[in-house]
């Protein structure tokens, strides 16, 4: 029987990965030579890194670096064969707004489940601009060929909070050299808008209506990224529900519009301290110190869901350890990730004795469960395999996971750290 361990240790998040596909992406689009640092070399972030490569781009990786030379948008050539996304929704949705203005045709093709997820949400807007999608075996999913073209302006209402297809429209809109105007309801992650801003694009948002001028090129300009707020969440959690520990987790980005899951967790009582450090390519970052906290159940707020999407499975566990009954709904769109996130969640933490059930559009969590060992079926999702990993921080018995090579999705050395911390002499530093 393995005993519970207190946790101490400073912890240096890895790059961001929304703002490394976005750094990739604008780099690419750029005139000149670019070096990105703190890039994260995660399979998701290479498929984008892989994509420009193949349309002409010049890239070199080295240690944490990643330099992008390239002659820009209008110099892109067609690559000779498909473009393989993997498992990376975010390639595929912002690529696609690329590709919706490039003078020549590209398929797109995804492994099995980014095979599964919806990409008309992308392919109607980008139809509307002028650009021709058409789904190849199967209607609204990859693979799907992009005949790219002139396009025209839009003015477009978000039907659904979404990052990615916003940044497609605003990117087609960018590489079209048209004006975009994008009106969100539920303001979603805005990564997109500060590096364009950075790179001194004229991109205003007013009240949610987001709008981008015509004609804008752009310059190569160096690029640090931020640590992931995503990949720390677990270091949080962790902490957070270990009786006895304390963990400082370094280089997190800050951006409002992604830390849901830290402000959550205060109103159910955390004792989470964020010490405020200057400002990356315009988000803010900081260092996070967060302590094991008697919790309290909480109820997720329609406008929230966005900034803590990513976040769901990690944070139905850290509700597990809660006194009450959380309530989490507003999640259909976790139907659509890697996997269907609300099933794979009740039924990962119910396999390790969590009380905790399925809603059509949501979970409702049983506070204060006692968890015990078990087998989690991660359906290669990264999110769930790191999520069952944390919970096995305060199991007697072992969690085994059906896959662990899917936390390179976005953490490569998330076992690495996950290791580090659980020796106490060790202070896991990168
Ligand atoms: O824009 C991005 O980088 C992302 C946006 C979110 O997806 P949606 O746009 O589908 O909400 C998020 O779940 C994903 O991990 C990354
Ligand atoms: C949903 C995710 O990513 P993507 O949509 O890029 O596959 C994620 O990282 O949790």
Not at 112 to 119: H, T, V
Request: proline share 4%; glycine share 6%.
């Amino acid at each position: 029987m393995a005993q519970i361990n207190a946790l101490h240790g400073t912890i240096s998040i890895p790059g961001d990965k929304s703002i490394s596909h976005r750094a990739a992406i604008l780099a690419s689009l750029s005139t000149g030579k670019t070096v990105i640092d703190n890039f994260l070399f995660s399979d998701d972030c290479l498929r984008t890194l892989d994509a420009f490569q193949a349309m002409g781009v010049q890239v070199k990786k080295q240690d944490q670096q990643v330099i992008i030379d390239s002659e820009g948008a209008s110099k892109l050539s067609a690559p000779t064969d498909a473009i393989d996304l993997g498992n990376s929704g975010t390639t595929a949705r912002l690529l696609a707004g690329v590709l919706a203005a490039m003078p020549f045709q590209t398929e797109l093709v995804g492994d099995p489940s980014l095979s599964k997820r919806p990409m008309k949400r992308v392919s109607q807007p980008l139809s509307m601009m002028g650009a021709t999608v058409e789904f190849l075996t199967e209607d609204g999913h990859l693979p799907m060929k992009i005949v790219g073209g002139s396009l025209k302006k839009i003015e477009y209402d978000m039907p659904v909070a979404s990052a990615q297809v916003k940044s497609a429209i605003l990117l087609a809109g960018l590489t079209g050299q048209v004006n975009v105007t994008v009106t969100e309801q539920t303001k979603s992650r805005d990564h997109t808008e500060r590096m364009l801003e950075a790179y001194g694009v004229h991109i205003t948002d007013e009240n949610g209506t987001i709008t981008l001028k015509e004609n804008q090129v752009l310059h190569a300009k160096n690029i640090k990224v931020p640590g992931d707020f995503s990949s720390a969440a677990y270091w949080i959690a962790a902490a957070v529900i270990t009786p006895g520990s304390e963990l400082t987790i370094e280089r997190v980005g800050l951006n409002p519009t992604r830390i849901g899951f830290l402000n959550v967790l205060k109103r159910m009582g955390a004792s989470i301290e964020v010490i405020q450090k200057p400002n990356m390519m315009n988000e803010p970052v900081g260092t996070i110190i967060a302590k094991h906290s008697t919790l309290k159940a909480t109820t997720l707020k329609e406008e929230e869901i966005p900034t803590l999407i990513d976040e769901i499975p990690i944070l139905a566990l850290v509700a597990s350890q809660a006194k009450g009954i959380s309530r989490f709904h507003h999640l259909r769109e976790l139907r659509f990730k890697e996997t269907d996130r609300i099933q794979a969640t009740v039924q990962g933490l119910a396999a390790l004795g969590v009380s905790i059930k399925a809603e059509e559009d949501g979970m409702i969590v049983q506070g204060q469960s006692r968890l015990h060992g078990g087998m989690v079926k991660t359906f290669h999702d990264h999110r769930i395999a790191m999520t069952a990993m944390i919970a096995s921080l305060i199991t007697n018995d072992a969690v085994t996971i059906d896959d662990y090579d899917c936390v390179k999705i976005s953490y490569p050395n998330f076992f690495e750290q996950f290791n580090q911390l659980k020796q106490p002499e060790h202070s896991p530093k990168d």
